[in-house]
């Protein structure tokens, strides 16, 4: 009697199940800051300025190339634990205020108004007083001035670097340009290249007093 031999079917080939791709999480250190670090570029920056360092010179003191530096203060890099603790040394603060987590005191510095009068007279012209509103030789990128000017211009043109800004607190002030004279009353508000030629003056008899604001970059 003949066998009859019957083929099995192939069993369908398991399907295999498609791998989603998952983006690692980059290191620590040179991935874009998050929310928490993006503060941390600004203060490297401001307290770079402050105590007058270059950013070659804060490389050097961290002991990292000058580009890091600046990738940091612009806040295209994150630092790590222990870039940030060599930057809180270097720039003489601590690392819960270069990330925002402590004030620093010596952030925040008040003038009070008693300590701004008579303020003391400048050379040219003898008349202006003026009264200097931030602390120490050393504030960052920018002076600021309570200044009383007399009724005379003086015979000296001024001329720095950077900007001016003058804001008149009370009384009318005329600002001299060589070719131009700019007259501010309480409220007006005046700013110019350093570059330009330029003497101030109050006009009248009443006493004026103007904010001055010069910035050093």
């Known amino acids: 009697m003949a066998t ?27 991935d874009t800051p998050g929310p928490a670090f993006q503060s941390v570029g600004p203060r490297i920056k401001a307290l770079r300025r402050l105590r007058n360092m270059t950013v070659e010179e804060l490389a050097d003191a961290v002991g990292v190339h000058k580009a890091h530096v600046s990738r940091l203060e612009r806040s295209l890099k994150t630092p790590s634990i222990h870039i940030l603790a060599r930057l809180a040394k270097a720039l003489g603060t601590s690392m819960g205020n270069l990330v925002g ?36 030789a050393s504030v960052g990128s920018f002076e600021a001035f309570i200044v009383h000017p007399g009724q005379s211009g003086g015979n000296i043109q001024a001329q720095h670097e950077g900007q001016e800004m003058l804001y008149v607190l009370a009384g009318t002030i005329d600002v001299i340009f060589n070719e131009r004279t700019e007259r501010l009353q309480a409220g007006d508000c005046i700013h110019f290249p350093g570059y330009l030629n330029h003497r101030i003056a109050r006009v009248g008899r009443a006493q004026a007093r103007a904010l001055l604001v010069l910035s050093t970059d």
Do not use: F, M, N
């Open 4 to 30: 009859r031999s019957t083929a099995r079917s192939p069993r369908p080939a398991a399907s295999v199940p498609a791998v989603k791709k998952t983006a690692r999480a980059a290191a620590p250190d040179g």
């Open 101 to 136: 987590e402590t004030l620093d005191k010596a952030d925040i510095k008040v003038t009070r108004g008693t300590e701004l009068s008579p303020g003391y007279a400048v050379a040219e012209p003898e008349q202006h007083r003026i009264a200097p509103l931030l602390h120490g």
